[in-house]
Antibody
Framework: EVQLVQSGAEVKKPGESLKISCKAS????????IGWVRQMPGRGLEWMGI????????RYSPSFQGQVTIAADKSINTASLQWSSLKASDSAMYYC??????????????????WGQGTLVTVSS | DIQMTQSPSSLSASVGDRVTITCRAG??????LNWYQQKPGKAPNLLIY???TLQYGVPSRFSGSGSGTDFTLTITSLQPEDFATYFC?????????FGQGTKVEIK
């Protein structure tokens, strides 16, 4: 059974650093991209970026490039999302999700087929 | 980034109703369109990918159609567990982008 289990809720102050994690099980971690999605309170979903543990390839959304660091440790099947200096506007729910992709006549199809339970990050002075 | 626009933003419906949600892309995306369902306090759940392919385990009352820029999600007979928010997502080009969501409420 595929499972993505995220680390617990965090309360931080502006300027502090933070790393949240997503532990994968039930599939070959190095064979799938894993992504992060932000959901601000009462708002929609935002694709932040994806990471391929097989060769450490990373793709960031331009909106999040330079704002966060996405990484993974394939020895423990765990992906991470990191901030060096949090802002109040980083307060949100963050989801990790496995990206599945394949080729069809339209090109590459990709979708998030399994999701973590979410990590709530609150940044407040 | 490709803009995705859903309509309506919310709707009220009764159990047994047929519900249709529309998603429009800002440029052609072929059939690279996914649909997710999200219930309060839960992570999104994949319903449909590649515009019309039902994810394993999703009830057959859900269906998707469309290609190019215009897509629809249809629930043929709304069930109590279907009251939720629905998001479309384009996977044609990075960064993948989501619609703003359609909240389906009980009438």
């Amino acid at each position: 059974e595929v499972q993505l289990v995220q680390s617990g809720a965090e309360v931080k102050k502006p300027g502090e650093s933070l790393k949240i994690s997503c532990k994968a099980s039930g599939y070959s971690f190095t064979n799938y991209w894993i992504g992060w999605v932000r959901q601000m309170p009462g708002r929609g979903l935002e694709w932040m970026g994806i990471y391929y543990p097989g060769d450490s390839d990373i793709r960031y959304s331009p909106s999040f490039q330079g704002q966060v660091t996405i990484a993974a440790d394939k020895s423990i099947n765990t992906a991470s999302l990191q901030w060096s200096s949090l802002k109040a506007s980083d307060s949100a729910m963050y989801y990790c999700a496995r990206l599945r992709g394949y080729y069809d006549k339209s090109g590459i199809q990709s979708y998030f087929d399994f999701w973590g339970q979410g990590t709530l990050v609150t940044v407040s002075s | 980034d490709i803009q995705m626009t859903q309509s309506p933003s919310s709707l009220s419906a009764s159990v047994g109703d047929r519900v249709t949600i529309t998603c429009r892309a800002g440029q052609t995306i072929n059939n690279c369109l996914n649909w997710y369902q999200q219930k309060p306090g839960k992570a999104p759940n994949l319903l449909i990918y590649a515009a019309s392919t039902l994810q394993y385990g999703v009830p057959s009352r859900f269906s998707g159609s469309g290609s190019g820029t215009d897509f629809t999600l249809t629930i043929t007979s709304l069930q109590p567990e279907d009251f939720a928010t629905y998001f479309c997502e384009q996977s044609f080009s990075a960064p993948q982008t989501f619609g703003q969501g359609t909240k389906v409420e009980i009438k």
